[in-house]
């Protein structure tokens, strides 16, 4: 039973342009969004966060949006530089547990 | 510098022989956690620790003991390591309250392959 997909494994985009992920999830208890950011041979780090009273959360060239209907998130990076290659995994969770689902992650190449 | 260690970095071992993989935290942190890394299928979450000495299962428990003496430290043994718990190993810690309850912070990996 998966209950985070990031349904895209990889995906390229030119230096300078945006970069979409999407995050899909079934479970309606999750009310806390996070994305983390993975280069090889580093642990993640956490990169942003959406609480699901909000639909949207920027930080900097980083956009978390959140659509609890379609039980859709997704992250964009405007503009896209070679340094955010890496891999992004979101996390949602449920406020009050501490269990944490990761999905399977998204291999972004920003090209030069 | 705030930080997560683990180690080791890296292991080889034997099936059957026992081991723990340390992992420690300077950022007096209530929060840890340990994940694995399979290719494929994401983090997994294997135990997590609210406290010292409150501990609970993850996503994929089986195989794996924890321990939460110190606030600090929360080692992971393999009691009898078997070739399907090859794989990358994480730990976290997070301070589990306030603003910032769940951003965690992560250990640089430890890469375990079990013959």
């Known amino acids: 039973d998966q209950q985070v997909k990031q349904n895209s494994p990889s995906l390229s985009v030119q230096e300078g342009r945006i970069s979409i992920l999407n995050c899909d999830y079934t479970n309606s208890m999750f009310d806390y969004f996070l994305w983390y950011k993975k280069y090889p041979a580093e642990g993640p780090t956490f990169l942003i966060s959406i609480s699901s009273i909000k639909d949207k959360n920027e930080d900097g060239r980083f956009t978390v949006f959140l659509n609890k209907s379609a039980k859709h998130l997704s992250l964009h990076i405007v503009p896209s530089q070679p340094g955010d290659s890496a891999v992004y995994f979101c996390?949602?969770?449920?406020?009050?547990?501490?269990?944490?689902?990761f999905g399977t992650g998204t291999r972004l190449k920003v090209l030069a | 510098e705030a930080q997560v260690t683990q180690n080791p970095r890296y292991l080889i071992t034997v099936t059957g022989k026992k081991l723990t993989v340390t992992c420690s935290q300077n950022?007096?942190?209530?929060?840890m956690s340990w994940y694995r890394q399979d290719p494929g299928l994401g983090l997994r979450q294997i135990y997590y620790?609210?406290?010292?000495?409150?501990?609970d299962k993850g996503d994929v428990p089986e195989g794996y003991k924890v321990s939460r003496k110190e606030k600090r430290n929360f080692p992971l043994i393999l009691e009898s390591p078997s070739p399907n718990q090859t794989s990358l190993y994480f730990c976290a810690s997070s301070t589990g309250q306030g603003r910032f309850w769940n951003e965690q912070f992560f250990g640089p990996g430890t890469r375990l392959t079990v013959l």
């Open positions: 620790s609210m406290n010292v000495e409150v501990t």
């Open positions: 950022m007096n942190h209530e929060y």
């Open positions: 996390a949602p969770l449920t406020s009050g547990t501490y269990k944490y689902i």
